[in-house]
């Protein structure tokens, strides 16, 4: 099955300043690649996703990279503020599943800590 | 807020009961997911349900089942309930869940503790 793994579990940066989290993923069948921000006590919000015919997909602060040969894709925040301060997740979906499932496949997250 | 709701929020049961968590998915949405999120194991999939059938099914125990009603509310049905079933419990809907990559919207959440 899927395995995504995440790097890095812990991150601090200055307000301002950029934050890069990375993913790496085992199926090469995987389409679909979703970015989740979990606020304590709160559910996962999607706040940025890429399929697989696209290499990059920005949305104002937020812009997620592909790299299908290599199999990682990362999330890029700039001008980061302290409400980005937050546990983010990364998530692969394969798209070989029998009876054509929608099961994701979640990193473990890393917790991004803006300072000021 | 998603637009998905669950209930309770929270609940607090003994070694051995059994639960029920509920789940309203986004208005349109087909696909209903439960997932389950603890400490030691992160977000783990556990099922989905499309339009009422079963259609994907990840690593959730026996003890547990899930069912996707006529008007598309799910329940989640954790039995013969342990220590290490205590976690977070989410469930997210999507339109459509089946032969497309959709996207999943999570719910706030049911937070078990099995004491």
């Known amino acids: 099955g899927e395995n995504v793994e995440q790097h890095p579990s812990t991150l601090s940066v200055q307000e301002g300043d950029s934050a890069v989290i990375k993913c790496t993923y085992s199926d090469s069948a995987s389409n679909y690649f979703p970015w989740y921000k979990q606020e304590l006590g709160k559910g996962p919000q999607l706040i940025i996703d890429i399929r697989s015919n696209v290499g990059e997909k920005k949305d104002q602060r937020i812009a997620v990279t592909l790299n299908k040969t290599a199999k990682h894709f990362s999330l890029h925040i700039t001008e980061t503020q302290p409400e980005d301060s937050a546990v983010y997740f990364c998530?692969?979906?394969?798209?070989?599943?029998?009876?054509?499932?929608?099961?994701?496949?979640f990193g473990t997250g890393t917790q991004l800590k803006v300072e000021l | 807020d998603s637009g998905v709701t669950q209930t309770p929020k929270h609940l607090i049961t003994a070694t051995g009961q059994r639960v029920t968590l509920r789940c309203s998915p986004r208005?349109?949405?087909?696909?209903v997911y439960w997932y389950q999120q603890s400490l030691d194991q992160g977000l783990q999939f556990l099922i989905q349900y499309y339009n009422g059938e079963e259609r994907a099914k990840g690593n959730i125990l026996e003890r547990f089942s899930a069912q996707q009603f006529p008007d598309l509310h799910s329940e989640l049905n954790l039995s013969s309930l342990e220590l290490g079933d205590s976690a977070l419990y989410f469930c997210a809907s999507s339109v459509v869940g089946q032969g497309v990559a959709d996207t999943q919207y999570f719910g706030p959440g049911t937070r078990l503790t099995v004491l």
């Open positions: 998530a692969a979906r394969s798209s070989g599943l029998t009876g054509g499932g929608n099961k994701l496949t």
């Open positions: 208005s349109g949405d087909l696909s």
